[in-house]
Every structure is written in C-alpha cells, then in structure tokens.
C-alpha cells in the first residue's frame, strides 16, 4: 500500500489541524494504522495508532489529537486540537498488516510510510 500524507502548516498555538492520509494499492482494511511524528535529532515519535485492538494514544497527545479512517477506509486522518508549542514536526503516517507487529508505535514494526506532512506551530 502506497500512503501520501498532506494538509501540514503552519498554525498558531491553540489552533486545529486535520492532516489526512490517503492509501492506494489497498485500503486500510485487515491493517493497523498510525501516526509519527520526528523532530530533528530526535527519534521518530509514535502519537496513536487504530487496530482490531482499539486505539492507542500517546500520553503527549491524549485528549487533543484523534485519528479516523473514511467509510471506504483509503484515508486515515489525524484531527489535532489546541495545538502547542511542543508539536511542530514532520507527521508521518504508516501502516502494517494486522498481525505482522508487536507494537505499532514502534517505526520499526511499520511497513508501510508516507513521506510525511510538516506541521509548524507558531507561539
């Protein structure tokens, strides 16, 4: 599955963001879904990932961000509210066939990535 991310900008502090992910050569169907984030020099971050387990949210981002796929399941979006100075970064999205993992926040168990969107947040 191919994944292309977009509606990354520039935001201020306290503001929303919906930063969609759309998904060909397969839906998102019979896989587990995530969003990362990567700041320079840091490593790359999970923030929340949907499975036939539920959804699992990082404590950084608990109570603000939320993901959702569409109907058809070809787009998974990150809905994030009051964003924060703590929150610029380049967001990716990644995908892994429900079963082929230990923990979707870990990259490494991802096999499928986007490019990733940049997301800025100016105080």
């Known amino acids: 599955v191919q994944l292309v991310e977009s509606g990354g900008k520039l935001v201020q502090t306290g503001q929303s963001l919906r930063l969609s992910c759309a998904a060909s050569g397969d839906t998102f169907d019979d896989h587990a879904v995530g969003w990362f984030r990567q700041v320079p020099g840091k490593e790359r971050e999970g923030l929340i990932c949907l499975s036939t387990s539920g959804i699992d949210v990082a404590d950084s981002v608990k109570g603000r961000f939320a993901l959702s796929l569409d109907d058809a399941q070809t787009t998974a979006f990150l809905q994030m509210n009051n964003l924060r100075p703590d929150d610029p970064g380049v967001y990716y999205c990644?995908?892994?066939?429900?079963?082929?993992?230990?923990?979707?926040?870990?990259?490494?168990?991802?096999?499928?990535w986007g490019k990733g969107t940049p997301v800025l947040v100016s105080s």
């Open positions: 990644a995908a892994v066939i429900e079963g082929d993992y230990t923990d979707c926040f870990w990259p490494a168990d991802m096999d499928y």
